[in-house]
């Protein structure tokens, strides 16, 4: 029987963000001496002390369609750095047995699956929401997010949302373009979406977005066609007045047309699905990230001998691991 203490001793996050999950093994931050640092997706509260790790750490190991998209970010990965893990491939690292799983939450998104020799297993989330993201059992440790973690952090609608999402764009089209501001990943996730949907008017996005939609695309996700901004294409579809522009969410202040509709995603909305915040503003509770309901069903699924809830990254992590602890009946901590 093995203690807490002695599990936590194995897997744990360190005061740097780093998620250690091997002697050597870490995720989503910098651990001086580790000989790979795991990016499970492009976001950056995951990609913090890169540039130490570029610098020191010898392999950076992520899905491709993540390696892909870090340069746009800023971060340029010499080739003999990067270590590309496709989901589901196991890796063998050092004597452990390295996995990666889809999560649902951005393109290239990934959970991470550590078997060390000893048979021990520590899997951890990164950021991740339902549906679309498979449970890790057998664990001895689970590392999970807690973004949402509070009781009171709950979206019912989540499963109905990408379908209200596209008939809020598809009525909104029909008084002029729309507007829609989120951060990068979460952008081209709606672009997903609306496709999906059967939204068929014309994507518009500057170049940052626009090329990230382009990676996105390549790696196999249907994104239909975007336009860039400043092409000459897109600037004729502008002045026809029907179409859709993605921007990132800190130009939500400026740049649109006055007939522009404006929609910002939020995952902060809990009041309900959308609502009206302004006369041409709407705020859409389409989050990339479980709600608490969704957390909670995670970790009963996942039945772990200890749940490891990360603290570092903006979250409620001491409300969920109490909530754990009482209410499941597990053995839950904070770290760091
Ligand atoms: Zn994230």
Redesign the pocket.
């Known amino acids: 029987m093995t203690s807490l203490a002695e599990l936590l001793a194995r897997a744990y996050v360190a005061e740097s963000g780093a998620v250690v999950l091997g002697e050597g093994i870490v995720a989503d931050g910098h651990m001086p001496g580790a000989l790979v640092r795991i990016v499970t ?1 492009a ?1 950056v ?2 990609l913090v002390g890169m540039r130490e790790s570029l610098r020191e750490t010898p392999f950076i190991a992520a899905t491709p369609l993540t390696l892909e998209m870090l340069p746009e970010l800023g971060y340029r990965i010499p080739r003999a750095k990067q270590l590309p893990l496709a989901h589901h491939i196991e890796t063998e690292l050092m004597g452990y047995r390295v996995k990666l799983l889809p999560a649902n ?2 393109p290239g ?1 990934a959970q991470v699956l550590v078997e060390w020799e000893d048979g021990f297993r520590v899997g951890y989330t ?2 991740f929401k339902q549906p679309g993201t498979p449970v890790m059992k057998d664990l001895d440790v689970l590392v999970i997010e807690a973004t949402y973690g509070r009781p009171e952090h709950r979206r019912p609608w989540s499963m109905e949302i990408e379908y209200i999402f596209a008939d809020l764009v598809r009525d909104l089209l029909v008084k002029g373009p729309v507007y829609i501001y989120a951060y990068h ?1 979460k952008l081209q996730e709606a672009m997903r979406i609306l496709r999906e949907q059967g939204i068929d008017a014309p994507f518009i996005a500057p170049s940052k977005v626009y090329r990230i939609a382009l990676i996105v695309k390549k790696h196999g996700i249907d994104v239909g066609e975007v336009l860039l901004a400043e092409s000459r294409e897109a600037k004729e579809v502008m002045r026809d007045g029907w179409y859709i522009y993605f921007t990132h969410m800190m130009n939500r202040r400026n740049g649109a047309p006055p007939t522009a509709q404006r929609v910002i995603l939020s995952g902060w909305e809990f009041s309900g699905p959308y609502r009206q915040a302004g006369t041409r503003t709407w705020i859409v509770s389409l989050s ?2 479980a709600d608490f309901d969704q957390l909670v069903e995670y970790v009963q699924e996942a039945k772990p001998k200890l749940v490891v809830v990360d603290a570092y990254r903006e979250g409620s992590s001491e409300a969920f691991a109490s909530y754990i602890r009482r209410h499941l009946g597990i053995p839950a901590v904070t770290s760091p």
Do not use: E
């Open positions: 997706h976001h509260d995951h939450h951005i998104a990164g950021d990943g990339d990230h």
